[in-house]
């Protein structure tokens, strides 16, 4: 059964920084990508940065310089992702994805919030 679990959100004063996580298992495939997507309120669902097997990252324009995503790899490819969240401003505010693909499928995690008071 895959699974993906995001932890690592709550509340931080603008100009803090916080450190999610994300574990996957159960992945029967090498894992191509894994991504960090954010949702605040009355907003579409937006990515914030991925990070592609080969090792290349991309990243929304609003958090690059501030934010950095990275991985770790076990025996089975990458499996674990962070997202590194510096200089958080209010508009970081929204609750925080991880979407992990494998071969032409993927799964979400169940999300974490992430508030940055002004």
């Known amino acids: 059964q895959v699974q993906v679990v995001e932890s690592g959100g709550g509340l931080v004063q603008a100009g803090g920084s916080l450190r999610l996580s994300c574990a996957a298992s159960?992945?029967?495939?090498?894992?191509?990508?894994i991504a960090w997507y954010r949702q605040a309120p009355g907003r579409e669902r937006e990515l914030v940065a991925a990070?592609?097997?080969?090792?290349?990252?991309?990243?929304?324009d609003s958090v690059k310089g501030r934010f950095t995503i990275s991985t770790i790899s076990s025996a089975n490819g990458m499996d674990t992702g962070y997202l590194q969240m510096n200089s958080l401003q209010p508009e970081d505010t929204a609750v925080y994805y991880c979407?992990?693909?494998?071969?032409?499928?993927?799964?979400w995690g169940q999300g974490t919030q992430v508030t940055v008071s002004s």
């Open positions: 979407n992990v693909m494998w071969g032409p499928r993927s799964s």
């Open positions: 159960g992945i029967p495939l090498s894992v191509n990508v």
């Open positions: 990070m592609n097997r080969d090792g290349s990252q991309n990243y929304l």
